[in-house]
Structures are given as C-alpha cells and as structure tokens.
C-alpha cells in the first residue's frame, strides 16, 4: 500500500521537541525532518490520538483523507 508506515518503523524514528509559549498558547515546534519524514506541509491539519499509555499519535488529516495512511495498521 502507497504511504504505509508500520508501527515497527515509526518506533525508529522519534522525536523529541519542546513545546514554545505564546501567551496563552502552547506551540509544538516540528522540525523540518520530521515534516520530511512524513510528508506533512505548513498548513495540515493534525489529529491527536492519546494511545492511553502515556504516548500521542499524530494523525495528519490531509494523507488520512487522501487513504496514504491507515492510522489502525499493524506489522
């Protein structure tokens, strides 16, 4: 399937990022390998998912709905 990432390979790319304060606001800085890795544009739309265990998964709305990701996959 075109765009298909296991939970197996996103495990080995991981990021830490700090998030930013703007006031009332809270920022998630996402540096640009990480944007590359995952072919996310200035502009998407992120969905978070809480895994309940302490972990999110970020969904990007554009590649859900274009069906490149399938966010339930499994290796």
């Known amino acids: 399937m075109v765009g298909f990432i296991s939970?197996?390979?996103m495990a080995?790319?991981?990021w830490t990022i700090t998030l930013e304060q703007d006031g009332d606001?809270?920022?998630?800085?996402l540096p640009p390998d990480f944007l590359e890795a995952n072919d996310w544009q200035t502009g998407d739309t992120?969905?978070?998912?809480?895994n309940e265990?302490?972990?999110?998964q970020l969904i990007n709305m554009r590649t859900?709905?274009?069906g490149l990701t399938n966010p339930n996959a499994t290796a």
């Open 53 to 56: 265990d302490g972990t999110w």
């Open 46 to 50: 992120i969905q978070w998912l809480d």
């Open 12 to 14: 080995e790319d991981r």
């Open 7 to 9: 939970k197996r390979a």
């Open 25 to 29: 606001d809270l920022i998630l800085p």
């Open 64 to 66: 859900l709905n274009d």
